[in-house]
């Protein structure tokens, strides 16, 4: 039965069953009046989406006070909240009664809200990532396509956010996974569309945007089969056409649109919020930027070095449009985009560890050290959200999937629980990668245990989420060097197999035509 | 190998980590109280100290395991420790809790790798250097990913998974012929938790024809001459040991009887709260079937009936049955007898080696179940897990094993009623079945048919499917058609009622298999 559909329910169970474990833990702003967290923010826009007018629902009105929790997300986000908020009322009205509902938790109301995540996540991003590496080329059995899916499904950063400190990261991050397949498989058009869903889902996908478009534009100027000018026309037309299907009813009035732009970007909010990796914050250990320079200048001095950072995998990717460099680029943008934009979520990370996902297989211990990073990066949000427990377990598992699962090359002899290597004997000298990897694990290690064990000097309160944010930038920055020079120095032309695909594919369609 | 098995192991440690915050049952209040007993009150009162309900009823041994695990718990929060400190349950006592339960787990995970590394002799060897389809993996992965342990230990809260790690390696220990050790370890185990009496039959027989007596005749009868009184010796003077060492400070103590009296209360009813899916869930439903009946065609008084609801209702109680005869707790205990007298005999007369006791063992553990007093659903674990260790060998006994397992299993479904934990224990149980078949049915090289599962016959699977329709009306249509208000019971009782036929459907032909079996000289081999 290898590679039966028992096997691909087995990891669906899997994936869920994870899920839910760690749904039962706490989420962010438990218990915590008046403003509580992301929880009552998401249960908020469904109270709001579903009592009132399209119209009002980005708007400050006598029902609506933005300052609560006021929906800033694109309008995919309000139609799903809508959508929920219908379902809930249905469930139990109270949930989403208008100003009544504020600050709504029960047993019941959680499982509501987790099973609403899950049941996103098991129509958007589990079937995205089962089906991206069904269809890779690169691993040959069934059975290792389907353990590297379940790896990448448990992966604890995602999981831990979404199900955790709740948010609903799996439908724009589906939906991106949804893209990247689209155009490995040659349907540009399609890839389009499930783009401009994931950006009209969640703004936050605009770190994934410039790759997107770069690798567009690039393989329709490359493009032999058609008219150039003729396929880009036709990606902008697609394109244009899912945004005003997003916007339709915000584009009737011209003030209205305007509002929901301006939610969406709010540049008033400053350089970044809590402790983040991202070389502002770390920098601020020593500048303090916010002092010396106007909030616009701030502005400026972000959009010119993310542009300029952003330039070198976007020209390499504009000039040799690939499958396999969008990928890469779309780690640097948004690593780029999360080390060096305005504004930044400890979250965002999130966006930059999907691409790394979807690499997995082709350089394991790399990527599993970047993914292992990233979760940690968010270590002191995890800590405020009650999500420790479940961080250890996750993560530890996450490592023992991995390592047992997947080749791990050379370095695999150093990790315990490596299934490839069985003989130990081999060089004792240990490999620089190896030592590099052991002690930059001993930081994250090191750097838990302090802050959860040891109070910090009353004079610096924020010292550990300081001391990880640090850590982790200079990691990321390292990362980002490492990701591109990775791009820059893959093969030059596609792969023979992916050109062969790619024009098999054309005949058939041909011949279908004909 | 060994990789793999450490990894295997790891993945399921980490899962019961994440199984940590969810629900768990009075069970763990009993847990905590008997740390705080054994804590804070000196040996000579822990059998009479009554503050709370769930007074200490396991024997000796368990109560100095609590004593030795009280004094962990001190560093977590010594507040748990205070025996006042009714169902105390601040997060560091949960965490302590169910750490303790996951770390004593070793020991069952440590005495599946002893038994998957030496003493398996699978069917088929697995396919090249795959890992994946090596019999030892696959037996691991049933083993320390078995349903019942997983919900019972890491979400209901027991310490099963090391009282079985225990029972196991004495298995393992038998398997490899160190008998003595075995013993050891078995007499052990009963002054952990005396509900392994139920197979102590097995240990002796196995013991004296196998031990006691040196050698066989060639058709397998036995030789009277062989016996070796050193070897009855040495047998007895390890039990007494142990028992000495258990009960021997309570002996001097003079507290002896009210021990006892604590381990074996008789109070309590026929069948727990839920019934077992055994002999007399389907004799309760047949009486209940009998007195609607009497009740319509006028035999039968109303006065009869409205006790014969309250047993329905799930409380703990003696009650009468209306028609059929009720049961004294003798008579359960003579059936029992009587169910095993066959098994122990043929083993007696074949006496086929480590996986002969294995059998006998098996049997006693099913006729306690279908005929016990009071016997909780839990206890099917006791049939389940010995046998996976037989799956992987035998083709039928592969098939008696899928269907008890997804059977056994499912009668522990109310066992977790909250909502929460529904997903988990769906999720955990279709997993746990789908990898069984796939991979037993796999090692036999046994396709699926048309309307039929691997393994199984045309009946089995049309049953085993059965239990699918059944758990999707219990959970869902019987409330979505607006029954729960009026038969509260009936989900329990379907479920039990079926169960039940599934469990001695596999009792029955688990028994033929094992009476048909002839004596095989090269079985009586050790590994």
Redesign the interface.
């Given at each position: 039965?290898e590679g039966?559909l028992?096997?691909l329910?087995?990891v669906v169970?899997?994936a869920?069953?994870?899920r839910?474990?760690?749904s039962?833990?706490s989420y962010s702003g438990a218990q915590t009046p008046p403003i509580y967290g992301d929880y009552e923010a998401q249960r908020h826009w469904m109270e709001i989406t579903y009592n009132l007018p399209i119209t009002e629902w980005y708007v400050n009105t006598t029902n609506n006070d933005l300052l609560y929790w006021g929906l800033d997300y694109p309008p995919l986000t309000a139609y799903h909240s809508w959508l929920c908020g219908a379902v809930a009322s249905v469930v139990n009205s109270t949930w989403v009664s208008l100003w009544d509902s504020r600050g709504t938790e029960s047993?019941?109301h959680?499982?509501f809200m987790r099973s609403t995540v899950?049941v996103a996540d098991l129509l958007v991003y589990i079937p995205a990532v089962i089906v991206y590496f069904t269809l890779t080329r690169k691993l040959t059995s069934t059975?290792d396509r389907l353990l590297t899916s379940l790896v990448v499904l448990l992966y604890p950063g995602i999981v831990l956010i979404d199900h955790g400190h709740f948010q609903y990261n799996c439908i724009s991050l589906g939906f991106t996974v949804w893209a990247v397949i689209a155009l490995e498989w040659g349907h540009d058009l399609l890839g389009s569309v499930a783009f401009c869903l994931a950006l009209n889902y969640k703004q936050m996908e605009l770190y994934h945007a410039m790759p997107f478009f770069c690798y567009l534009l690039g393989s329709s100027f490359r493009t032999k089969t058609e008219n150039r000018f003729f396929k880009l026309a036709k990606i902008g037309l697609v394109v244009i056409m899912t945004f005003a299907l997003c916007w339709l009813p915000f584009l009737y009035d011209k003030d209205l649109a305007l509002q929901l732009l301006q939610r969406l970007f709010p540049f008033a909010r400053g350089i970044y919020e809590d402790k983040v990796a991202n070389v502002w914050c770390s920098l601020a250990v020593v500048i303090k930027l916010k002092q010396l320079l106007s909030l616009d200048s701030v502005i400026r001095l972000c959009l010119c070095t993310t542009l300029a950072a952003l330039l070198p995998s976007s020209l390499d990717l504009l000039l040799r449009p690939t499958v396999e460099r969008l990928k890469l680029a779309l780690v640097n943008s948004s690593l780029v985009f999360f080390l060096f934009s305005f504004q930044v979520h400890e979250k965002s990370i999130l966006i930059a560890t999907l691409p790394v996902c979807l690499l997995l297989h082709e350089r394991p211990f790399e990527c599993m050290w970047f993914l292992l990073v990233a979760t940690f990066s968010m270590f002191p949000l995890l800590i405020k959200d009650g999500l420790v427990?479940?961080y250890?377990?996750?993560t530890?598992?996450f490592y023992?999937?991995m390592?047992?699962s997947l080749d791990m090359g050379p370095v695999a002899i150093y990790l315990p629980?490596?299934?490839t290597t069985?003989s130990p004997s081999k060089q004792w000298t240990p490999s620089l990668k190896a030592v590099m990897f052991w002690s930059s694990m001993l930081g994250c290690v090191g750097l838990s245990v302090a802050s959860l064990t040891i109070m910090p000097p009353t004079s610096l309160p924020d010292l550990f989420p300081v001391l990880i944010s640090v850590y982790s930038c200079g990691h990321f920055l390292l990362f980002t060097l490492y990701f591109h020079w990775w791009q820059l120095s893959c093969d030059v032309e596609p792969s023979k197999s992916e050109v062969k695909s790619r024009t098999t594919q054309k005949s058939n369609t041909k011949k279908k035509r004909l | 190998m060994a990789t793999s098995f450490w990894n295997v192991a790891a993945t399921f440690t980490f899962v019961k980590l994440l199984l940590i915050p969810s629900y768990h049952s009075t069970d763990f209040e009993v847990h905590r109280n008997w740390l705080a007993v054994t804590h804070s009150l000196p040996m000579n009162k822990w059998y009479y100290e009554k503050t709370s309900e769930w007074t200490l009823d396991y024997p000796p041994f368990f109560a100095l395991f609590e004593f030795v695990l009280s004094h962990f718990a001190r560093a977590f929060d010594p507040n748990m420790l205070i025996v006042k400190n009714l169902n105390y349950a601040s997060p560091a006592t949960v965490v302590f809790q169910r750490l303790s339960v996951i770390v004593t787990d070793f020991v069952y995970i440590f005495a599946v790798k002893e038994f998957c590394f030496h003493c398996l002799k699978p069917a088929r060897r697995g396919s090249g250097s795959d890992v994946f389809t090596h019999p030892s993996f696959i037996l691991a992965v049933l083993l320390m990913g078995n349903f019942g342990l997983l919900i019972v230990d890491h979400i209901h809260f027991q310490y099963n998974g090391f009282l079985f790690g225990v029972m196991l390696l004495s298995i393992v220990r038998i398997y490899q012929g160190r008998n003595l050790e075995g013993a050891l370890y078995f007499a052990t185990l009963l002054n952990f938790k005396h509900i392994y009496v139920y197979i102590a039959p097995a240990y002796f027989m196995y013991l004296l024809r196998n031990y006691c007596f040196k050698s066989s005749k060639k058709d397998g009868s036995v030789i009277w001459t062989s016996f070796s009184f050193l070897h009855f010796a040495r047998l007895g003077t390890i039990v007494v040991l142990i028992f000495g060492l258990s009960f021997g400070p309570y002996i001097s103590m003079g507290q002896l009887p009210q021990v006892l009296s604590r381990l074996f209360p008789f109070k309590r009813g026929l069948c727990h709260a839920y019934w077992a899916p055994n002999f007399w869930a389907l004799y309760n439903v047949a009486d209940k079937a009998a007195s609607i009946k009497g009740l319509h065609s006028g035999f039968l008084s109303q006065s009869n009936h409205t006790n014969q609801a309250s047993m329905t209702g799930g409380l703990v109680q003696e009650f009468q049955h209306a028609v059929l005869p009720s049961i004294a707790p003798v008579v359960t205990l003579i059936l029992t007898v009587l169910s095993i007298i066959p098994a122990v005999v043929h083993h007696w007369r074949y006496p086929n080696g480590p996986r002969g006791f294995l059998r006998c063992l098996i049997l006693c553990a099913f006729a306690s179940f279908v005929f016990g007093w009071h016997v909780h659903e839990k206890a099917i674990l006791m049939i389940i897990i010995p046998l996976s260790l037989l799956a992987l060998e035998k083709k039928r006994d592969a098939q008696v094993f899928l269907v008890l397992s997804t059977t056994g299993h499912l009668s522990l479904f109310p066992l977790l009623f909250t909502q929460a934990e529904t997903p988990i224990k769906i999720c955990l149980m279709l997993m746990y079945t789908i990898y069984a078949f796939i991979t037993v049915s796999g090692l036999f090289r046994i396709p699926s048919g048309r309307l039929r599962l691997p393994l199984l016959t045309k009946l089995e699977s049309l049953y085993v499917i059965g239990l699918l329709a059944l758990e999707i009306y219990c959970s869902l249509l019987h409330s979505v058609l607006g029954l729960q208000q009026f038969y509260p019971f009936i989900p329990l009782l379907l479920t039990s009622v079926y169960c039940a036929v599934g469990v001695i459907y596999c009792w029955l032909m688990f028994y033929w298999l094992t009476l048909t079996e002839k004596y095989v000289e090269s079985n009586v081999k050790l590994e």
């Open positions: 039965m039966g028992m096997h329910f087995l169970l899997g869920t069953l994870l839910w474990c760690v039962l833990n047993y019941t959680k499982l899950i059975r427990l479940p250890i377990g996750t530890l598992l023992t999937l390592v047992s629980g490596s299934g069985e | -």
